[in-house]
């Protein structure tokens, strides 16, 4: 029988890639003031920053796109979407939204306020960043296991069921406006959830008479390691385990960029009657008509089709094993990565790969050398990002990662054998790369606007060697 694993796809429309040279990415990176959010895309070959917004599309979606409905009020692309969403995720009101964190904006708008507290496994910082925005705590209860990188655990993004029974007896569940759960935990290393521990989650809720929410944004690769690993689950359709993942809430979040398959959209998804007017309200002054919220029907076509794509569980196969060959093959080299392999990204662990670069130096900048090498653009995950406090002091993170996000159907085997070469070409020679120091920073939001230099550039094999007069 074969083993390969192969993509379960041919390729109809196809978009160049820019070849450029070592020296060429060097130039441009300094010109970047060693930023990779401040390079043209098109001066990337591997683009890994992000999963979102960055699928390829199917001839059935693009062909959906083309019967889109854009009528203000009641389009058939608003029903053909409610009906997709509701198939996988039964509940009673469907809201579109033009992308995730406004789902999350309205919900905490409507649900939450100052004094209040808000678990979830961990949040992402679109959600933690709506929640505080409204004065409510934003509180992050992920199974102790789920915060050490090298940890096998089948199950890394589960949340603390005992941290959450104290939670709420400590807070009073009537200062606990709505309890989270992310799947996959995007900020914990991409980990999934178990069927079990959602179960233990919306017990819990529902004693204490918790509403129980999911951000749902990769919830078909979730639901594929449930299948793949929890006792009991692998004769099941990957689109069982999804309908009981969301009948065991009384709502959710959605950023359709990720699991929906297209490039731009979301929605709020919810049971409860009385919250739906109230969110809906805010939806119509911010977002648009209920049954187009901020997207076209051409995107709600893209959208219902998307979803019936992504349960198939040759694509989940196929998705899921693109992730971890890469993550094994940079194991198996020694490079150290969080475990194991997350479902839609590898997180490099940079300060145990540069273990002479102190967290005032950023390790994770260690994301620039990928695209010296390769072309290949990864996300710094720490002290850059999370490290800047609110008074302007430098708060070390809690770790140090290079994201290297993997966008769906987009890249092939030996785009990906590329990627894991250019990483080992990165630790043959990591005992010469430098610290970073920080030349100038906005006050918030620093890592996309932030100018760096190398600390020590003579020394680095990875930066410094192109022409010299390019400073930007
Ligand atoms: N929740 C999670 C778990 C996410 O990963 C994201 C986005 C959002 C909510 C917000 O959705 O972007 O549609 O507004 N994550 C992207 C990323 C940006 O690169 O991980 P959005």
């Known amino acids: 029988m074969t083993k390969t694993i192969i993509e379960p796809f041919r390729i109809k429309s196809v978009e160049p890639i820019k070849m450029t040279t070592k020296a060429e990415r060097e130039a441009l990176l300094k010109a970047a003031n060693y930023n990779l959010f401040t390079l043209k895309s098109e001066d990337v070959i591997i683009d ?5 917004g960055t699928s390829a599309m199917s001839a059935a979606q693009w062909a959906g796109m083309q019967v889109g409905d854009e009528s203000y009020a009641g389009s058939p692309s608003y029903f053909r979407f409610e009906n997709a969403v509701k198939e996988l995720m039964p509940f009673e009101f469907v809201m579109p939204t033009h992308q995730g964190r406004a789902a999350e904006r309205i919900l905490f708008e409507v649900i939450s306020k100052p004094g209040q507290f808000i678990p979830n496994n961990t949040h992402f910082d679109t959600t933690r960043a709506n929640i505080e925005a409204g004065g409510a705590a934003a509180v992050d209860l992920v199974i102790e296991e789920g915060k050490n990188p090298a940890l096998d655990h089948p199950f890394k993004g ?5 941290k959450l029974e104290s939670l709420i007896a400590e807070k009073g569940a009537e200062h606990i406006p709505l309890c989270m759960i992310t799947i996959t935990n995007n900020s914990g290393g991409g980990q999934p959830v178990s069927l079990e521990n959602i179960r233990g989650v919306s017990a819990i809720c529902k004693k204490h008479g918790i509403p129980f929410f999911i951000d749902a944004c990769r919830f078909a690769e979730n639901a594929w390691f449930i299948k793949q690993r929890e006792p009991g689950q692998q004769n099941r359709p990957v689109k069982d385990i999804v309908r009981e993942i969301f009948s065991l809430a009384d709502g959710c979040t959605m950023s359709a960029k990720k699991d929906a398959l297209v490039n731009m959209g979301g929605w709020l998804a919810m049971n409860d009657p009385v919250l739906e007017e109230k969110c809906r309200n805010v939806l119509i002054l911010t977002e648009g ?8 029907g051409r ?7 998307g979803l019936r794509e992504v349960v198939d569980e040759d694509y989940l196969n196929y998705r899921i094993a693109s992730t971890t060959y890469v993550g094994n093959k940079l194991t198996e080299a020694g490079v150290p990565i969080m475990r194991p392999v997350g479902g839609h990204a590898i997180y490099i662990d940079a300060r145990a790969f540069l273990p002479h670069i102190p967290p ?6 260690l994301g620039l050398r990928p695209y010296t ?4 653009r990864g996300c710094e995950i720490g002290t850059v990002m999370f490290g800047l406090a609110p008074d302007g002091t430098e708060k070390i993170a809690p770790m140090d990662l290079v994201r290297l996000a993997i966008p769906r159907r987009v890249y092939t085997e030996s785009h990906m054998l590329y990627v894991v070469e250019s990483v080992l070409e990165v630790f043959k020679n990591r005992d010469k790369i430098s610290g970073m120091k920080i030349e100038w920073q906005p006050s918030a939001l620093r890592h996309f606007t932030a100018k760096f230099s190398p600390k020590n550039a003579a020394n ?3 930066l410094d060697n192109g022409p010299a007069a390019v400073r930007g």
């Not at 890994?48 to 979102?52: E, I, M, N, P, R």
């Not at 589960?158 to 005992?162: A, G, I, S």
């Not at 995107?299 to 089709?305: C, K, N, S, V």
């Open 360 to 365: 005032e130096q950023y390790p994770g900048q």
């Open 373 to 376: 090498e390769g072309g290949i």
């Open 299 to 305: 995107d709600l076509e893209a959208i219902a089709q």
């Open 158 to 162: 589960n949340m603390d069921l005992k």
């Open 460 to 462: 680095d094999v990875n």
């Open 289 to 296: 008509f209920p049954t187009y919220g901020g997207l076209s």
């Open 48 to 52: 890994l920053l992000t999963d979102s």
